[in-house]
Every structure is written in structure tokens, then in C-alpha cells.
């Protein structure tokens, strides 16, 4: 665990293969091997790893949903919605399963009732802008478009340091064809998290549709950032 939480992951992973070969239903350590997994980008084996652990100790909710959103990244809506109602059998209140329930839903074309379930997780955790992100990805989705701004807005005001929410609504905006508002949304998720390339891709894309001539500055912004990030790698 020490290396784990140094960051030293290559070595915790060899740590938490030593435990799981002693004793291959050690639970926990399958989880946290997935956990080194999960931070080294090999999503493969964090989901084998995931996998065994809820396998051998269903009652990981973390583990269920983190498996449950890698499963609606790949398209599998109906076995994340079970992972979803498993952890919500034991524990009602997990906004975060949720959300993956609602999630699935909606992704399923069950959207009225995935935007009950959201409601319920904004019930759940009014000050947390992850539920206003979902119930409004929903509200779109039903063509509710003056409640999936409020939406939207309300995730930038309750977090308005985080990437997420401006670009959220940036991307709603640009739905919209709203150029000006999207453009001040990505500038504003640049602005939280400067080291982020995805503000400034999305300025770049916007800059097209728009027919304006700010995409130079994207392409610097772009490799400045990335240039950052490979000194921080090598580093």
C-alpha cells in the first residue's frame, strides 16, 4: 500500500500480484491492483481486475460502479444499469449509482425514467453539480432545452473551478449554434484547469463551425499545454 500511495504504481501492481498469487481471493487486493491499473491507463486489466473483485465480494460498491461506467463506455447500458441497481439494493442513497442508473436509462431510451432517477440524485446531492450534468444530458435528450441550460448553468454555479461543468455547457451552447456563449464556456474551462487539453480542442472545433479566426491561437494554446504535460511525464 505505501508504494500505492506514493504513486509508485508499477511497484504496487508487482505488490498486489505477490498477494493475489498467496491467495487469489483476497478481494481487496484484486481491487487495489485494479486501482494501479486504473492510473497506468491499462484499462484492460483494470477491468479484469475490477471483474474478479465483484466476482469474489459483490458488495464493492465502488468497484460495481466503477465496472459500470466502464461498461457504458462500451456500450453494454443494460449490464451497467445492473451494476447500478446492485450497489442501490444495499445502499439507496449512492448518488453515484444513481446517476449510473440514470445514465443507462437514458442511454437505453427509457428517458423518463432516467430523468427521475437523476432527479433523485439531484434530491440526493443538491450541491453537487455531477447530478444537474446528467438530469440535463436527459433534459436534451427529451428536447427540453430550457430546463437542460438550467442544468447545465446550475453544475457551473455550484463547481465553477470544474472542467467538467463548462464544458458541459459549452458543448450545449455549440448544439445550439450558441457561438458566443460557447466560446466563453471553453475559455472558462481553460481558465479552471489550465494544463487541460480539451477546452481549447473544443475551441479549435468551434473556431470551424463558426467561421472564425481564433484557431491559431488554439493550436499554440494546444501545444503549449501538451508540452507541459510531456515535461510533467518525463519529469
Known sequence: MDYFQK???PEAIIQFQNAVQIDNR????HYQLAQCYLRQAEWLQAQIELLTTVELDSRNSQAQLELGRFMIQGGQFQRA???AQLVLKDNPANVKAQILLATSDAEL???QDAVGEAGQAVSTAPNDAAPYLTLGIIHEKLGQLDDAEQDFQRAVSLEPASLAS???LGDFYQRRRNWADAETQYRAASAAVPKSLAPWTALTSLYVLWGKKESSECQEQENDAGATRGLQASG
Open 7 to 9: 504513486g509508485r504504481y
Open 26 to 29: 483476497f478481494a481487496d487486493a
Open 81 to 83: 444499469k445492473e451494476r
Open 109 to 111: 431510451g427509457n428517458l
Open 166 to 168: 463548462h464544458m458541459s
